[in-house]
Nanobody
Framework: QVQLVESGGGLVQAGGSLRLSCAAS????????ISWYRQAPGKQRELVAH???????NYADSVKGRFAISRDNAKSTVYLQMNSLKPEDTGVYYC???????WGRGTQVTVSS
C-alpha cells in the first residue's frame, strides 16, 4: 500500500520559516522523483519544487532563493525548507510520487501578514 504522509505545516508570521516533510512507504523511494505542490484557496494546484532520483532540483520562480527541497533516501523522506515566507505562500502543500503516481493528503501552511 502506497502512502505519502506530509507533516510540518502550521501558522507562521511573514518572514518566518517552516520545514515540511513527506514520508513515503510502499514505493521504491530511491527510484522516485518527488514533487511538492501547493493549492491556495480558489486557485489551481501548482508545482512548487521537484527533486529527481539523482538529487537535481527545480523550483517555481515564486519560491526560488527561499525554498529548498532535499531528500533522504535512507529515511524515504523528502523535505521542503521554506524561508522568508510570504502571505501568498499560504495553502495546502502536497507531495507527489511518480512510480506509481500518488498524492499525499496535504499539510496546511498559513502565513500571516
Amino acid at each position: 500500500q502506497v502512502q505519502l504522509v506530509e507533516s510540518g505545516g502550521g501558522l507562521v508570521q511573514a518572514g518566518g520559516s517552516l520545514r515540511l516533510s513527506c514520508a513515503a512507504s510502499g514505493i521504491i523511494f530511491s527510484a522516485n522523483a518527488i514533487s511538492w505542490y501547493r493549492q491556495a484557496p480558489g486557485k489551481q494546484r501548482e508545482l512548487v519544487a521537484h527533486i529527481s532520483t539523482g538529487g537535481t532540483t527545480n523550483y517555481a520562480d515564486s519560491v526560488k532563493g527561499r525554498f529548498a527541497i532535499s531528500r533522504d533516501n535512507a529515511k524515504s523522506t523528502v523535505y521542503l525548507q521554506m524561508n522568508s515566507l510570504k502571505p501568498e505562500d499560504t495553502g495546502v502543500y502536497y507531495c507527489r510520487s511518480y512510480v506509481p503516481g500518488y498524492w499525499g493528503r496535504g499539510t496546511q501552511v498559513t502565513v500571516s501578514s
